[in-house]
């Protein structure tokens, strides 16, 4: 059993809702002001209920639509909800360290530590602006 009580699970459960949420928002309203509104119509469905399969293609066709942010940030959430029930939820993959309840509540799709976050955050901001 991880360091999680019931109560801080339910929270990020909560929490991790609410995001996956108002991203879905954030991605159908992209859309309409671009006219891709088949797109933002098949989300609006989907949302609340439980077709992933649908959503999934829907997804593949989104980073298409030059949402790749969002799609990737919707994809972590969804880890994150599959993983919730994992024993291993909510241990920093790199450190096997407790992340704090509190942290997984703001940002219910760390894997990551802290400290290892900010490692993590300088070497890929390394790779993404290093010289070519
Ligand atoms: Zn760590």
Request: one cysteine or more.
């Amino acid at each position: 059993m991880s360091h999680l009580t019931k109560k801080n699970l339910s929270e990020i459960r909560t929490a991790l809702g609410a995001k996956r949420e108002a991203l879905l928002k954030q991605i159908q309203a992209a859309l309409e002001e671009t006219g891709q509104t088949q797109y933002a119509e098949v989300l609006g469905r989907g949302s609340g209920d439980s077709s992933d399969e649908a959503l999934a293609i829907t997804l593949g066709d989104l980073s298409a639509a030059r949402l790749d942010h969002e799609v990737r940030q919707m994809r972590e959430l969804d880890v994150a909800m599959r993983r919730l029930e994992d024993k291993d939820f909510g241990l920093c993959v790199d450190c096997g360290a407790a992340i704090p309840a509190a942290r997984l509540v703001a940002n219910p799709a760390a894997v990551r530590c802290i400290a290892c976050q900010e490692v993590h955050e300088k070497t890929y901001a390394g790779q993404e602006h290093g010289s070519i």
